[in-house]
């Protein structure tokens, strides 16, 4: 088990700044820290080992410790509104319980944590509403609706307290009523307890524990959410719901949340005359369809009013919130690229693990200074990819992991520690404990798996890197080549821009740069337009389409829309990012391939083991002749710490109907690739027979290159595993000496030719 874990509170930063990070310690009380380059993450024997180069710095020394934890589940919370308990009132909402069956699902609660005292309007046993009240004797009542409300359906539900006679009545109706299922009710009883009025935030979806914690989360939607004075019959509510109200109905009105409004904000709309605005924490997911969503619109842009629901999660998180532990400010002369904060509580063994790498990137500095220049290179390094896959936990939680992965999965006290704390929150591949698609991450939390050393289940046989891990194969190539190079990170791409990319000759990306945001997306096509040269040294690119939100540093959205290889797919009309009200889902869905951007795009995927490339016909084009420079052998990436070889996990290929080049070279297509490596699922519409690499010509990787109009080109490894095959025979190989020669051409000022 892990002993020591920790986060930083930016994944980018520059010389100058201070950068913070946060740090639980499971045993013990002081741990040591040093400032480390990330060269080579990759433990196995096989490879040139863990390469970590030590930087002094302020950070350098011991620290205290402590254990931190994670109050995960996402809410409402008001902090104006009046003690409610002080005379009758009414609470009626719109709600889709997702997980019923879980008990103490709070609604809506205005409880005083020193007293116990309060009142809280819930779901609990199998799926009934109820209400509890309590007093500062300590004396609780409760009234229940005697029926379980059915998963994923909406009901009307409305609950009337009168704190001066104790009188309680609930009232349950389905939205959709159906034979045989006895779920609408009615309940009402003089409690004996009335409950205090209490000076204490209102919240919605949970409730105040008296660890300070906020607890009794609400799995599911809630929409339409209303305050009114006074006791009302459930058939009143229905005049609050009407887009005109009958004014003599206004006066009642405590709050009247419209949820369909500031949809890109953490703000909630109070509609009432008091303005008892809310705030909503830990990112429930909104631009959700609400009970009256008729499918006649699947915008919440242009018909707002159809998605007046926020999903709540009991495991959402966006901050973890944990204290600063160690903090230093980054050194005005280091040099831009890959670092990581090592921190360590004694030595490891089979037992515990007790260091972690938390990794981090020094950007090259903000302000262009005269007579400095900068490196014909820069690494764009993938954090949204990082971000999409954080603490991804399909191999623990999910079926027929090992059966896709084609072999048996090893855990190491990093998955572990993921399993007994899902509280750190899922990757956007995961799902919520109420079976809905996770579809936020935030990087103010521990991402466990973006460090050095971490074996992913999905990274093949051998070394078993994926993401970032892989990365630092490049990282360590770079180095052992002596390439002076900056380093930016998919979020200041997307927040600076073409500004930031102007500067530089060449960019290379890692091994999976998949997610991608529409300013990074524009960008990089405006850089390449402009006579950029972009060495693409991974597979799966460009892939998904994500937003950064507006006011909240550090978190993307993906919305799992119609296609694409997806592990759980959007609801019907919630296709649209919540954060900027764009169409989400592949990038390929809205005409923009990734065969526009860098000129091939994604075909197939297979976990297990890995092929090689033939060197194909246009190879001996003399167009290629500097890339194949030294390089005679016809099989090239036959070797390699990803799967045995240069092609494998997921592959790319030529497509020019999907915006590949025309001018494109072929120069080499792996072959020889297994049954596991199959076809990807928007490349078909009839499913066919031979989706596997042993039996479908189509399921190969293609080398490629191609000239811009602008003096730029392109060159397209098309594989995830490529990179794991550089540092073959003491990084004296094809692979390494093909994309040696490309660097160096690349590099070179001298523009590439337009014309004939």
């Given at each position: ?26 045993e013990g009380t002081h741990f040591d820290a040093r400032l480390v380059r990330v060269i080579h993450g990759d433990c196995n024997p096989e490879g040139p080992g863990l390469k970590f180069r030590h930087i ?218 008091s303005q008892h605005h809310g705030r909503i924490v830990h990112l429930p997911a909104r631009g959700m369809k609400g009970w009256n969503w008729t499918g006649e619109e699947h915008s919440w842009t242009r ?12 495991d959402d998180l966006y901050d973890a919130g944990w204290e600063t532990a160690v903090e230093f400010a980054i050194p005005d002369d280091l040099k831009s690229g890959p670092y990581a904060l090592h921190v ?413």
């Amino acid at each position: 088990m892990l002993k020591i874990v920790g986060y930083p509170d930016r994944y980018s930063v520059a010389p100058g700044e201070k950068i913070a990070f946060k740090i639980s310690l499971e045993e013990g009380t002081h741990f040591d820290a040093r400032l480390v380059r990330v060269i080579h993450g990759d433990c196995n024997p096989e490879g040139p080992g863990l390469k970590f180069r030590h930087i002094k710095s302020a950070a350098d020394g011991r620290y205290r410790g402590k254990p931190q934890r994670i109050d995960a589940g996402s809410y409402m919370t008001v902090e104006s509104i009046p003690a409610l308990a002080s005379g009758a009132f009414t609470f009626s909402a719109m709600i889709w319980p997702t997980l019923p069956k879980r008990s103490n699902q709070t609604l809506i609660a205005q409880w005083d944590v020193q007293t116990g005292s309060g009142f809280r309007i819930e779901m609990t046993d199998g799926g009934q509403l109820a209400a509890t009240l309590a007093d500062t004797s300590g004396r609780t009542a409760e009234l229940r609706s005697g029926r379980a409300m059915l998963e994923r359906q909406w009901y009307a539900i409305a609950v009337s307290i009168d704190p001066l006679t104790g009188m309680v009545v609930l009232d349950q109706r389905p939205v959709q009523p159906y034979s045989r299922i006895a779920d609408r009710a009615h309940a009402s009883a003089r409690l004996a307890v009335a409950p205090e009025a209490v000076a204490a935030p209102l919240l919605m979806a949970g409730c105040a524990e008296p660890d300070g914690t906020i607890g009794r989360h609400f799995d599911g939607k809630i929409d339409s959410p209303l305050l009114l004075s006074g006791v009302h019959t459930a058939d009143r509510q229905d005049g609050y719901w009407r887009p005109i109200i009958d004014p003599s109905l206004l006066k009642h009105i405590i709050a009247r949340w419209d949820f369909s409004r500031d949809i890109r904000t953490t703000r909630t709309v109070d509609t009432g005359p008091s303005q008892h605005h809310g705030r909503i924490v830990h990112l429930p997911a909104r631009g959700m369809k609400g009970w009256n969503w008729t499918g006649e619109e699947h915008s919440w842009t242009r018909k707002p009013e159809h998605y007046g629901a926020i999903h709540f999660h009991s495991d959402d998180l966006y901050d973890a919130g944990w204290e600063t532990a160690v903090e230093f400010a980054i050194p005005d002369d280091l040099k831009s690229g890959p670092y990581a904060l090592h921190v360590s509580s004694g030595e490891s063994d089979r037992q515990a693990t007790r260091e972690q790498y938390i990794a981090f990137f020094v950007r090259p500095p903000r302000e262009r200074n005269a007579g400095v220049s900068r490196p014909e290179v820069l690494v764009l390094a993938s954090t949204a990819s990082y971000l999409a896959y954080a603490n991804h936990g399909e191999h623990i939680t999910a079926r027929g992991a090992e059966r896709q992965m084609a072999r048996l999965l090893q855990f190491g006290h990093t998955d572990l520690y993921m399993y007994d704390h899902p509280e750190l929150g899922g990757s956007l591949y995961d799902c919520h404990a109420d079976g809905s698609g996770v579809c936020y991450s935030s990087r103010l939390r521990p991402n466990l798996n973006f460090s050095p050393q971490y074996h992913s289940w999905l990274g093949g046989h051998g070394s078993g890197l994926y993401q970032y891990n892989a990365d630092t194969h490049l990282y360590d190539w770079l180095d052992h080549q002596g390439v002076d190079y900056d380093l930016i990170t998919d979020e200041d791409l997307h927040s600076d821009g073409y500004e930031l990319l102007r500067d530089y000759r060449v960019v290379v990306t890692g091994t999976h740069p998949e997610y991608h945001s529409t300013p990074m997306w524009d960008a990089m096509k405006a850089w390449i337009d402009r006579g950029g040269r972009l060495m693409y040294m991974g597979g799966n690119g460009w892939y998904w389409r994500i937003a950064y939100h507006d006011e909240m540093p550090g978190v993307i959205e993906v919305r799992r829309a119609e296609d694409g290889i997806r592990t759980w797919a959007a609801e019907p009309g919630e296709y649209y990012h919540s954060f900027t009200g764009e169409y989400g889902g592949l990038w390929r869905r809205i005409g923009r391939a990734p065969n526009v951007i860098c000129g091939v795009g994604f075909i197939a995927q297979g976990f297990d083991v890995s092929s090689y490339y033939r060197r194909a016909p246009d190879a001996a084009n003399p167009r290629a002749a500097f890339i194949f420079k030294g390089v005679k052998d016809e099989i090239i990436g036959n070797f390699g710490l990803i799967g045995g070889g240069a092609a494998g996990i997921e592959l790319d290929c030529i497509a020019t109907n999907l915006g590949s080049l025309p001018n494109i070279l072929r120069l080499a297509s792996s072959e020889n690739h297994n049954s596991m490596m199959m076809l990807a699922n928007e490349e078909f519409m009839v499913v066919p027979p031979n989706l596997g690499g042993d039996q479908n010509e189509r399921v190969k990787a293609d080398l490629a290159f191609g000239e811009t109009p602008s003096g730029g080109a392109i060159f397209a490894t098309s594989s995830i595993a490529w990179c794991g095959s550089l540092s073959h025979n003491g990084y004296d190989n094809n692979v390494s000496k093909i994309c040696w020669n490309v660097l160096q051409r690349f590099a070179d000022p001298e523009p590439f030719k337009a014309a004939f």
